[in-house]
């Protein structure tokens, strides 16, 4: 039995991690998540209480974070704000908790010379042509464009140096765009199939060219759990699952999926510095530590997310309206 600590672990993808940890290792997971806008204890109900252990606290609390690193075998850091549009209107918390805090962790993981895993992004690679055949691997200069992609990129970079300069035993992962239960409502997917529940028209960024590599976050959940066992220490692997789609073509499937007319939706304001396209090529994760995800079918993976919103209104609703407001706001 391996004791981790989880940063971020109410959050959307961090929640998924933890559920899926408790239910295929023998692991006990320590929570560490500050409940933000972003959090919701709600999305580890139901865990067994002799697995989980639950803090509320912020990873830029260097007191705190030591007294539970002292206690973990490996810690596996999610907490970030994640939200692009959010860090277009005010970017200063993204400094504080994607800069300070994984400065503060790591700071910590050398103290105690823990087993670290820095979750990240694709975006910290910035966009890719429509037109063009290539895809994002570990070789690709860092290029970021938004305030929340340059603090990832800056968080994924003082990773590289404590492992350099401090011998910290840390891996990297880039993941591509997630999809699937516990997704707040201001990402896209979420947004626009809990429009379809209110009777809301989607909206669409621009023209909905944009393109996206959607993968399902269980499948993300396994291949962090296989580079925490397999990963060698200082590198970085890319984790996609070959699901490019342009928005366009998701928000049509949302409102088939939901028995709407497929031309129900508005097209509003752009986003500010939209990336255009995202694609990840995953050959080292899969080759080098054999993962693959499971996830292989976008259209039943997101009719399950549908059934997933329908059936949860109450985990959902709360945050719906403000959210809304804030879009409406600036013609989104
Ligand atoms: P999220 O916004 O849903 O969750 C973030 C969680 O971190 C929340 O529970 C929040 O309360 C917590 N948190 C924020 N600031 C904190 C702080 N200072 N101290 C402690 N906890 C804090 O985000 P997500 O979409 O689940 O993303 C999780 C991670 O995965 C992020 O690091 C993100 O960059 C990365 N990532 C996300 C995607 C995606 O598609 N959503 C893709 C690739 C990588
Ligand atoms: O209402 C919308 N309409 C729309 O067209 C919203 C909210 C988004 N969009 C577009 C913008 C993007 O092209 O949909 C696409 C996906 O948008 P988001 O869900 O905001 O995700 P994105 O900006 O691609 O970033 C996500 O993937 C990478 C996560 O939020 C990041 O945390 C992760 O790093």
Known sequence: MRRLLVTGGAGFIGSNFVHHVIQHTDDHVTVLDKLTYAGNRASLDGLPADRLTFVQGDIIDA??????????????????ESH????????RPFLDTN?????????????????FHHIS????????????????????PYNPSSPYSSTKAGSDLLVR?????????ATISNCSNNYGPYQHVEKFIPRQITNVLRGIRPKLYGKGENVRDWIHADDHSSAVLTILDKGEIGETYL??????KDN???????????????????HVTDRAGHDLR??????????????????????????????WYRANEAWWAPAKDGVEAFYAAKGQ
């Open 161 to 169: 140096a404590w492992v350099r300069s401090f011998g910290v035993r």
């Open 278 to 307: 995202y694609a990840i090529d995953s050959t080292k994760l899969r080759t080098d530590l054999g993962w693959t995800p499971t996830y292989q079918d976008f259209e039943a993976g997101l009719a399950a997310t549908i059934d």
């Open 99 to 115: 800069i300070i805090g994984t400065f503060t962790l790591l700071e910590s993981a050398r103290k105690h010379s823990t087993r």
């Open 248 to 266: 366009k073509t998701v928000v049509e499937l949302i409102l088939h999926l939901s028995g709407q007319r497929v031309d129900g939706y508005d």
């Open 239 to 244: 984790i996609g699952a070959d699901g490019e």
């Open 63 to 80: 007191k705190l974070v030591d007294r539970l690193t002292a206690d973990a075998d490996a810690v596996v850091h999610y907490a970030a």
């Open 121 to 140: 992004t694709d975006e910290v690679y910035g966009d890719l042509e429509l037109d063009d055949p290539a895809r994002f691997t570990e070789q690709t």
């Open 84 to 91: 692009n549009d959010n860090s277009l209107h005010d970017p």
